[in-house]
């Protein structure tokens, strides 16, 4: 560190990872300052700055360095910090603390918990601190690398291993074992340990009959919504089984309900068959969502959403070691809620590893012409939503529309100049009758979707809101 960079830090101002003491004497509150780095994204405490960033440096002797050190120490559990000393030239040094963010979180100091918010600290609050600690023991005791007491071998289903590790030999993912023996390919997964398996591999393989009755959680509810809330239902249905299982279940589901017939090239007036929403990109946010739920709650689920409007992925619990919804759309460490499902996913080839999969969501959305998908935590789950950005026609208002009324209305939307009646036959394909399109506009006007100009022949129509 040098005089230039300090000065160009003291420049800078304080704020959410940097902060100003003018000297030791304040090492106390710079401690709790630390604190709650340490609980937080990191940060640097430097003492010889007055709080407007004026750089005054103060002296400091091995009894300076040793007394901040001391109060470094009241940080349990125990860290230790980067002291650099930065001399001014005039016979003051600037003391520099640097703490990344902690590997064992959460930090107290004098026995309180802090966080940073701004360039502020704030007592952590009981569920925060709880999160904190949960996370801490994560990495060594978790709910999927627990023993599956009761269970044995005979309960999953063989032919989904045995399918699994193929697919990962072909796709340079695993090493070929010389055996297909069950109990060889699970402990080559890490999903059976001292010859006991673990909860992970009931959530992969387990076989639906008895997941029904002792594991609850691995459940998928699906829906089509008409309209763009809850309050009438098209369809409605639950599955239960294993994660491989359960992923079938919900493209199929998709594959039957998401629109398909919403885009019109306007110069041709011809339809183009396509999903609404890019398949590939809702599959990611599927396998996200099995891979990194929260299977210790036991009336969890992954949910399918469709609406008129939107298409919503929801898992059962929260994002977790610090990171945001908007976070997840920026280079960020791969950090799996569940890593022994998230490696068996890995390397049957339904998910990447290194973080990729909200990035690849977003690409593949925005190649589709969608805006990127837009990722909510709250009230116990996290939300994956796809939006559209072309116009949808509803399948129902008021009463259910035809298909044909359906593309009347697509057509409309990709002319905002209007068309003609002629011009509306020509886009269906010539095939329906003048008068059953004249009462298809009709009724579609009596809902208030569309509206005409003009009278007679000369008279064109578009929708409401153009």
């Not at 639950?238 to 039957?256: I, K, T, Y």
């Not at 011009?423 to 008068?435: D, K, N, T």
Request: net charge neutral; glycine share 10%.
């Amino acid at each position: 560190m040098t005089p230039d960079q300090i000065s160009a830090w003291a420049a800078s101002g304080e704020s959410e990872k940097l902060e100003f003491k003018r000297t030791t004497g304040e090492r106390r509150e710079a401690t709790r300052t630390l604190c709650a780095m340490l609980n937080h994204r990191g940060g640097r405490v430097l003492f010889g700055i007055e709080a407007n960033g004026r750089v005054i440096g103060q002296q400091v002797s091995d009894h300076t360095i040793e007394e901040v050190a001391q109060e470094l120490r009241e940080i349990d559990p125990p860290t230790f910090p980067i002291i650099d000393r930065v001399p001014l030239g005039n016979g003051r040094e600037v003391l520099v603390v640097s703490v990344s963010t902690g590997q064992n979180r959460p930090y107290s100091y004098h026995g309180q918990a802090y966080r940073r918010v701004g360039n502020t600290n704030q007592p952590l609050s009981r569920d925060e601190y709880n999160r904190m600690l949960l996370e801490r023991v994560h990495g060594e005791q978790r709910w999927e690398n627990e023993p599956a007491v009761g269970w044995s071998v005979t309960d999953l289903d063989a032919a989904e291993v045995t399918r699994t590790l193929e697919e990962a030999i072909r796709r340079g993912r695993a090493e070929d074992p010389g055996t297909r023996e069950l109990e060889g390919i699970l402990r080559g997964l890490g999903l059976m340990k001292k010859g006991t398996l673990l909860r992970a591999a009931l959530v992969l393989f387990g076989c639906a009959e008895r997941l029904t009755a002792e594991l609850p959680q691995c459940l998928l509810r699906v829906a089509r919504f008409a309209g763009n809330d809850k309050t009438e239902f098209r369809d409605n249905r639950q599955f239960r089984g294993n994660a491989f299982e359960l992923l079938l279940s919900a493209e199929r589901f998709l594959r039957d309900h998401v629109p398909v017939a919403g885009r019109v090239v306007p110069e041709h007036l011809e339809r183009v068959d396509e999903p609404l929403y890019p398949p590939l990109a809702v599959r990611e946010a599927l396998a996200n969502a099995f891979c990194h739920r929260d299977y210790a709650i036991g009336g969890g689920s992954v949910g399918v959403a469709i609406y008129d409007d939107r298409l919503e992925i929801t898992s059962s619990g929260t994002l977790h070691f610090g990171l945001t919804p908007e976070a997840l759309f920026g280079p960020h460490e791969s950090l799996p809620w569940n890593p022994l499902i998230a490696s068996v996913f890995y390397r049957r080839g339904i998910i990447e590893s290194w973080g990729r999969g909200t990035l690849k969501m977003a690409e593949l959305a925005l190649s589709a012409g969608l805006p990127r998908p837009e990722i909510e935590d709250a009230g116990g789950c996290v939300t994956v939503r796809f939006l559209p950005t072309r116009y949808v026609p509803p399948q129902r208002v008021g009463r259910n529309l035809s298909e044909r009324q359906r593309l009347i209305l697509a057509l409309l939307a990709a002319s905002p100049g209007g068309l003609a009646l002629r011009e509306i036959r020509a886009g269906l394909g010539g095939s329906p009758a003048e008068w059953e399109v004249k009462d298809d506009l009709a009724l579609l006007k009596q809902l208030e979707l569309i509206g005409s100009r003009g009278h007679g022949r000369g008279s064109s129509w578009s929708l409401s809101n153009q």
